[in-house]
């Protein structure tokens, strides 16, 4: 069988398998939302929901490690060189761990000294306790970063469906762990934390463990396989997608920070919750577009570009196909947040518009991206992004203090599409020259 057709299969099979089990995700996030909303006030809501957005930062001191792994390890698999994946895995690992156990410790140290309630502008009251939050989730998503890198393993060998399954079967468990405490327990930030953030953190440890036990011996990790010399390798190209990352973190996932500090946590609330109703699109169209990164990598190394402008053209197809869907979501969607949430919040017309529009654009700009991070065209989207950088944050703030939540989603929407003008060119100069 062609390896052309090999690859299109295998891929089919992910977005289906993917589809099976992200559905499962995005019910269980869509019923997370009533259940924690009631469990706690509109304002802790919006908190914790900032608090765990800007925990997640630090995601990008990873320096692309796992990024790079999922590139690199794809070509040493396409090349049958199991001893290289081997020795690619356990570097990988040992250089998280080298990274962030003494990142949690520094964090763990540091974040009590931070004043938390006038950055997140809310009341004093809450300053003990937000400090034992933060330390909390601080330390899970340190171990998280960790023990992640055995999704970056499964896209290698595009398994990209099996590689999303540890998050739904722990955020399944934590919604059945809420619900419990809903009925027994008085309203608990700290509670909901350790429901929403551990959980989670041990059925992905346990998923490390029987995968390399089972389907992926060959290249399961070890302490005698570690080759310092590798780092450079993973590096070369995970710094790329580091600078990548951090854009992505300081931009796309600042919003709710942003939010709280030019409005209040309530608009952080009402934000996310148009975003989480809308970005059921975005999920759709990522389940979609994840099996191709590995399978981009794998026709790229194979130079079979027939294949690859095949694919592009049908996903363009199926891009267009989404913003029709999003529209119609637009449309129906105070009937859904009626039934979704209730009447206690009301969420403004206008947030719901300026978050499709953003999501139109970001959606077709995270189309080009993946596709360009499955080639390994970085340099593009580093110069990029370091353009957007500089242009968000004065633009946001501005917009923030005068528009206030829908100020910052249209600085977002601004940036993102500068990014899908000039990765566009950039993908096209690649597939079509």
């Known amino acids: 069988m062609p390896s052309g057709t090999t690859r299109t299969i295998t891929a089919k099979k992910n977005i ?9 995700s995005i019910i269980v996030q869509l019923l997370l939302v009533p259940l924690t909303l009631n469990y706690l006030s509109d304002e802790l809501y919006g908190v914790w929901i900032t608090l765990s957005s800007i925990i997640l930062w630090i995601g990008f001191f990873d320096i692309g490690i796992t990024l790079g792994l999922k590139n690199r390890l794809a070509e040493a698999i396409a090349c049958s060189d199991f001893t290289l994946g081997k020795q690619l895995v ?22 009590p000294h931070v004043k938390w309630c006038q950055i ?43 590689s999303s399954i ?13 619900y419990i405490l809903t009925k027994c327990t008085e309203p608990s930030l700290m509670n909901l934390v350790l429901s929403i953030s551990y959980i989670p953190l041990i059925v992905l440890i346990f998923g490390n463990i029987i995968c390399y036990k089972k389907h992926m011996k060959e290249v399961r990790p070890s302490i005698a396989s570690v080759r310092i010399k590798l780092i450079k390798k993973l590096f070369s190209i995970g710094l790329g997608f580091f600078f990548l990352s951090l854009q992505y973190i300081l931009i796309f996932q600042s919003t709710n920070f942003l939010i709280s500090y030019t409005s209040s946590p309530i608009y952080v609330t009402q934000y996310n919750i148009a975003y989480r109703y809308l970005s059921i699109t975005l999920m759709i169209f990522g389940i979609i577009l994840s099996p191709f990164w590995p399978a981009f990598t794998d026709a790229y190394v194979k130079r079979d570009f027939v294949w690859m402008r095949q694919v592009y053209e049908k996903l363009i197809k199926l891009y267009f196909i989404g913003v029709i869907g999003l529209i119609i979501m637009v449309i129906i969607a105070p009937i859904i947040f009626k039934i979704w949430i209730g009447n206690e919040i009301k969420i403004p017309v206008t947030m719901t518009i300026s978050v499709a529009f953003f999501l139109i654009i970001y959606n077709w700009s995270t189309l080009q991206s993946n596709l360009l991070n499955g080639i390994g065209v970085i340099r593009v989207q580093v110069i990029i992004s370091i353009i957007g950088l500089t242009i968000f944050a004065p633009l946001a703030l501005t917009l923030g203090h005068k528009y206030h939540a829908i100020g910052i989603v249209n600085a977002m929407t601004f940036v993102a599409a500068i990014y899908s003008i000039v990765n566009t060119l950039a993908l096209r100069k690649v597939l079509y020259s």
């Open 120 to 162: 997140l502008n809310i009341s004093a009251q809450y300053s003990t306790d937000i400090t034992k939050v933060i330390q909390v989730i601080f330390a899970c998503v340190c171990m998280q970063m960790i023990f992640n890198a055995i999704s970056s393993v499964l896209s290698a060998y595009q398994k990209v469906a099996l």
């Open 90 to 111: 356990s570097t990988s690992y040992a250089t998280l761990t080298a990274i962030f156990i003494p990142l949690c410790i520094i964090g763990e140290l540091l974040i």
């Open 16 to 24: 289906l398998y993917s589809f099976m089990i992200k559905g499962v």
């Open 166 to 178: 540890f998050l739904p079967i722990g955020n399944l468990i934590s919604l059945i762990v809420i």
